[in-house]
Each structure stands twice: as C-alpha cells, then as structure tokens.
C-alpha cells in the first residue's frame, strides 16, 4: 500500500486571513490553495510499509487538512501543542493517533461494528478527533477538562464536518461516577495524559465489562505497566497485551497497552477529583 507522502511550499500568511480552500488535481494528488499557501497529498510507490494516513479517503484527507490549520491557528493564541509546523503535526501527532488504532480493529471488529470511544484527557482532539476522521462509523466523546481546550474541540468539530464526535467538559473523576457515561463505552483511550496507575482510575470506571482500555505509551513502559496491574486489577481489568505499533513520534515506537474489563469497577471509583493524581492506587 502506499505511503502519503507531504509536500508543500508557503509564506508567512497573517492569522486572521480567512482559509479558502480549492481542490486543484483530483486524480493522484490533492493540492489545496490558500493564499500564498500550497499544499499537496501525493501517492508515492517507493514506500516499503503501509501509511496509515495514505490510507484514508480523499474527504478524509482534506478533514484532516482542515484540522491541522485549525491547531496551528489556534495554537499561536493558546497552548495546545509544542510542534509548529505543519509536517511535523502529522508526524507527531495525526499518525501517532492513528497508530493505534489497528490494535482497537483487531479487539474490537469481531464483537461490534460501531464502537463507542472514549478520548480521555483529549486535549487538542488526540487521539480522539483524529481517530473520528478515520473511522466515521464510530462513536467519540472527547473528554477534557478544561474549557478553552473544550471550545477548540467544538471549533475544529465544526469546521472538520465531524458528525460522530461530542465533546464533554469535565473532570474524569466525576464523569466517571455519571450513570450517563459509567460504563458506557467499548473502549476508553487515553495518550501522553498520566502514568498507568492514574489513567487506569481514569478510564476504566468508563468501560463497559468486556471492552477495552488502551493506552497509548512510549517505547519500553514495561516498569510502569508491572506498577500499575494492581491498581487495574482493582477496578475491574487486567493487562491483555503490550504491543509495539507504527509511530513517527521522537523515538520511533510506541507502545499500545491493552487492558480488557473483565468485571464492574468497584462504586466507590473513581475517588474525588484530584485523589487518583494524589494518591494512586
């Protein structure tokens, strides 16, 4: 299968200038205009391993344009993301949030073919929003808890045409001692947010009994994965697999850690807001 491969020229274009975009060749490559700004999606057969990215349809490329220029618009006002440049979000964050997602297919096709997932500690939409691109057909809610991150996700929502994303503004603590969202969900998701004993309290509360927790980690978490089986042994779980995935993040790899839900999590979790951070199981 092909790789994707990026290529593109522009100049310094002023951050209130409204984007316009026009679709030039529709046949191998997608160009995009916008004022001096040019950006194109091209095949190329040289690759020796499959693009994920490269993967996606043509709307789904452009969906994941528009959220790009949307994060980078908007990170010159806020902090959502420490890379500033166009390739190097795709690198860093769009296929290191498509990365795992195979190992969710994997676990999750021979069970149900709409899942409903959970982006815990989303942050600017990763993985969660970028995930909703790839697979149209499921469910997300991206859960963070603050609002200006929360008014993002909403923004790049709209101007990504998503219709199978909400956005919930709220603590996970609390979210997971809603009966709304208690259990809820097939898999939650969580990636860069806090070590395993903390995401564990986090997520697993979501999770319906016999889905999946996955949480997305660096290249050898193995000593913080051991620390952590007794908490999520605790709330109901137990460690399914590590597996290394495609990522074109800093050190080339990372890890997926798969946990299934196995039985319901104890009422009395997730503790108070601030506790799991605090003291972790």
Not at 155 to 161: F, M
Not at 236 to 244: I, R, T
């Amino acid at each position: 299968m092909d790789r994707l491969s990026l290529s593109f020229s522009f100049t310094r274009v002023r951050a209130h200038i409204p984007w316009t975009w026009r679709r030039l060749n529709r046949r191998h490559s997608l160009s995009y205009y916008c004022g001096n700004i040019t950006l194109s999606f091209s095949s190329s057969s040289s690759s020796q391993s499959s693009s994920l990215l490269g993967a996606l349809s043509t709307k789904q490329k452009e969906q994941v344009s528009l959220y790009i220029d949307t994060l980078l618009d908007w990170n010159q006002r806020m902090n959502l993301t420490g890379v500033t440049e166009w390739s190097e979000v795709v690198k860093r964050h769009v296929e290191d949030s498509l990365s795992i997602l195979p190992v969710i297919r994997e676990r999750c096709s021979a069970v149900t073919s709409t899942v409903k997932l959970v982006d815990v500690g989303s942050g600017a939409g990763l993985p969660g929003l970028i995930m909703a691109i790839a697979c149209p057909d499921w469910h997300f809610t991206l859960l963070d808890s603050m609002h200006k991150r929360c008014l993002f996700l909403e923004h790049a929502i709209r101007v990504s045409g998503l219709l199978n994303v909400q956005v919930v503004c709220a603590r996970a603590e609390s979210v997971g001692q809603n009966v709304e969202f208690r259990e809820a969900f097939d898999v939650a998701v969580a990636r860069a947010v806090a070590e395993m004993r903390i995401l564990a309290e986090y997520c697993l509360p979501l999770v319906r009994v016999g889905g999946l927790f996955v949480a997305a980690k660096g290249y050898d978490p193995q000593e913080e994965v051991e620390n952590a089986k007794k908490a999520i042994r605790v709330l109901g779980a137990s460690v399914l697999q590590s597996c290394c995935v495609e990522s074109k993040g800093p050190y080339g790899q990372r890890t997926a850690v798969v946990c299934m839900k196995d039985s319901p999590t104890p009422k009395k979790y997730p503790r108070q807001p601030g506790l799991p951070a605090k003291k972790p199981l």
